[in-house]
């Protein structure tokens, strides 16, 4: 790497990764990332391992004029899994749709046909592919977070999304300008997920 | 973030992340990272998102006293797996526990217990600690590469590794310095893996 010092290269990447805090779509707002800057973005997701290079995932970038789609399958997928949903409850499901400006769908590829590779390496991959989208994102000073749900996992939103039934949906990652700070959350200790065989 | 502008702590993630490569274990000499570094490179898996603070993955370091036991497990999941294995496939499998001086096994934490979160979730997030991983490693100018195999899937590996039936083994990941390196593996295009809605 040409960037410094050993030492400084170590210092920015700890210091990029431990800054880095989730920031909930409901926190985005604009102004969002900039054609330039989503290339830099998704470009950061094809620098994931990939085993075997199957490209075990894919990404489906929803574009502002494609939310109210969205938002209609979210209000859809509550009242399927909830018919007794109020229209207050409605109208919020809709809302989830139009939070963060720039909004892209993670999709796992399962399809055994791609290769050998197990299905979880595949959604370790994805899970690579998120962590340097995230990082390039908080890089360039924006927020950024993941957002799931059961909607997630809807047939409105497989069908909405063109899915096959070897494609999974894993999450949403939102990107924009932090609104509003929270504290920033403490981080588990080492011994709390590490153990020596 | 306090490392300078804000043009260089963009062009230190994007250098930091584009010039990462896969480096297979079977390259991976010593030295390894020191207890120093072996606490920064886990640390920074602490660092990933976790929807619901479930630490939805945890890691189990082998030590050099414990590589032979790791080696065994292999060779008996191959014997298990293909009962026609000769003594030389048997060694070859055995070495593969030796390879990398800092290793460490990824696990998934299914537990339903633990909380409300999609497995799917819990397996991105512990991607996001492997990248985190990977890119410390990086940085501090070693070499690093995630591993499967039939043999991680084994029953030998569940009894070695003490793993909860919801647990489930996700990889190896070394860390080492390159011995020989490889020519660098082209990444895919942003159009290979991204559409629009």
Not at 75 to 89: P, S
Not at 93 to 115: H, N
Not at 150 to 176: I, T
Request: proline share 8%.
């Amino acid at each position: 790497m040409d960037l410094g010092t050993a030492q400084e290269v170590l210092d920015a990447a700890l210091t990029l990764i431990h800054t880095r805090q989730h920031a909930s779509p409901k926190r985005l707002d604009e102004p969002g990332p900039d054609p330039g800057q989503i290339e830099m973005i998704l470009g950061a997701a094809g620098a994931a391992p990939d085993h075997g290079r199957l490209n075990p995932w894919r990404l489906i970038v929803i574009p502002p004029e494609r939310r109210q789609l969205l938002g209609a399958a979210f209000a859809e997928a509550l009242v399927e899994r909830d018919g007794d949903a109020t229209e207050v409850q409605k109208q919020e499901a809709m809302a989830k749709a139009f939070r963060g400006p720039f909004l892209v769908l993670v999709v796992a590829r399962l399809d055994p046909a791609l290769g050998d590779t197990h299905p979880q390496e595949r959604i370790i991959s994805a899970g690579c592919a998120v962590q340097n989208m995230l990082l390039v994102a908080h890089a360039m000073g924006y927020g950024a977070g993941l957002a799931s749900g059961r909607a997630l996992y809807s047939r409105q939103m497989n069908l909405l999304f063109g899915l096959r039934a070897d494609e999974k949906p894993l999450c949403f990652l939102s990107v924009g300008t932090v609104s509003r700070s929270k504290p920033t959350r403490p981080r588990p200790l080492i011994s709390d997920y590490t153990s020596t065989l």
